[in-house]
């Protein structure tokens, strides 16, 4: 098999290839990613070791480049990461998301209908759905949530989602969607929750935590979110929805507390600061039915995964202190 992968240099794309280079040894894997702000070439440093491993740096919202890369590569499977995906800064740009988000999406799905491909998989969230109340913990997001978004950003993916789903039903175009909730692990850029605060808490700094801190997410290991996108590209059923959720729901609050603990830092760090616009209260996924069709399961534990990953970003500063310096970006200039 043939695969490109958009948005592999990101945080989720470039655990995704190291997963299928490791589980998949017999497939070739094409990166494609403009390597913007969120990119970092030097995260697929070991990957491009590989003889199985290609590199190409473009953008999914460049008609012209896309239909070149399909002509050239030929793919069986196309796997859509890339994306715009900060909410605050889709609060204060909202046009970029909707360039990358919805129109780049529109010319995937177009290079897939000219080129034929055995499945288009879209990479979504569980923003998509919006909200849920603190008070009501027996609610979840299921695959028939209706839409309805809060963000820039999360507006953007949810038109992508219709989008997909219409090139389905009108061209025949095999797609399967997967709704995640919020990944961590290794590679993570710094201006997320989990990254942003062992990174500040291991340098002494105060940690900004929104509002009262009590916004829940369901936190997703990002090797568990690689193995069920793995199992849906592969075995789910064409036209279908998936929810990927962790069973690890916890409010910001505890996330930055779990952090501390694990550092041996002292909760005097945590500042408390005006809170997002339309934060969302809480998120809570529902995955019973990619474990019913596909018997996929989260296997890492919150605290277990913190742990490693707070381990990770001590051992990997230089990856980081590149970022903050900005001397990737100098190293994606030269990719």
Known sequence: MKMIVTGGAGFIGANFVYYELREHPEDQIVCYDALTYAGNIATLAEARKSSQFTFVRGDIADRAAVDALFAREKPDVVVNFAAESHVDRSIETPEIFLQTNIIGTSILLDACRKYGIK????????????DLPLDRPDLLFTEETPLHTSSPYSSSKASADLLVQAYARTYGVPVTISRCSNNYGAFQFPEKLIPLMVIRAMKGEQLPVYGDGKNVRDWLHVDDH?????????????????????????????????????????????????????????????????????????????????EAVVAWYRDHTSWWEDILSGVYEKRNAEA
């Open 119 to 130: 499945r288009y998989h879209q990479v979504s969230t569980d923003e998509v759905y919006g």
């Open 226 to 306: 690689c193995s069920a996108i793995d199992a849906i590209v592969r075995r789910g059923a064409e036209g279908s929805v998936y929810n990927v959720g962790g069973h690890n729901e916890r409010s910001n609050i505890d996330v930055v507390r779990t952090i501390l603990r694990v550092l041996g830092r002292g909760e005097e760090q945590i500042s408390y600061v005006t809170d997002r616009k339309g934060h969302d209260r809480r998120y809570a996924i529902d995955p019973t039915k990619i474990g019913r069709e596909l018997g996929w399961q989260p296997q890492t534990k919150f605290d277990d995964g913190i």
